[in-house]
């Protein structure tokens, strides 16, 4: 086998090329790829309904497992390509399902606690006079 074997022939190249004219263009197929992949182990992982502490922990590890799979110096071109201020996009956060996700569950736990924090003062009573907390 050739040190050059595993290249694609000229008419897969050319194909290639025509699909991603530029490295830019290859990035941005990544993460819209490996975005959707992530937001779908997210997604499947929430319906467990996890404490947020939980949920933020997720998300790290899905971003380190993307690190570990693509190795350290993709990550850090995909990194640096989204943050880029010549990237070939506007987006809004809306358009990362991971983020959606994220602001869902804390927007969750906002609710959650602000419930909690509700019934407690119902049900609360002063020690003094065993009136509710409104004394």
Excluded at 32 to 58: I, N, S, V, Y
Excluded at 97 to 106: F, K, Q, W
């Amino acid at each position: 086998m050739s040190a050059r074997s595993w290249l694609p022939r000229a008419s897969h190249t050319e194909t290639f090329y025509f699909h991603f004219p530029t490295k830019e263009h290859v990035l941005l197929e990544l993460e819209c790829g490996e975005e959707a992949r992530m937001a779908t182990e997210l997604a499947r992982f929430l319906q467990g309904r996890p404490a947020l502490a939980a949920a933020l922990t997720k998300v790290v590890s899905l971003v380190a497992g993307l690190e570990q799979r693509l190795g350290p110096h993709l990550f850090k071109e995909l990194l640096a390509f989204h943050f880029s201020p010549s990237r070939p996009l506007k987006d809004e956060w809306t358009d990362h399902p991971v983020i959606v996700l994220l602001v869902d569950e804390i927007e969750l736990a906002e609710v959650t606690v602000e419930s909690i924090r509700k019934s407690t003062r119902s049900t609360a009573r002063c020690s003094s006079c065993s009136a509710s907390t409104e004394c």
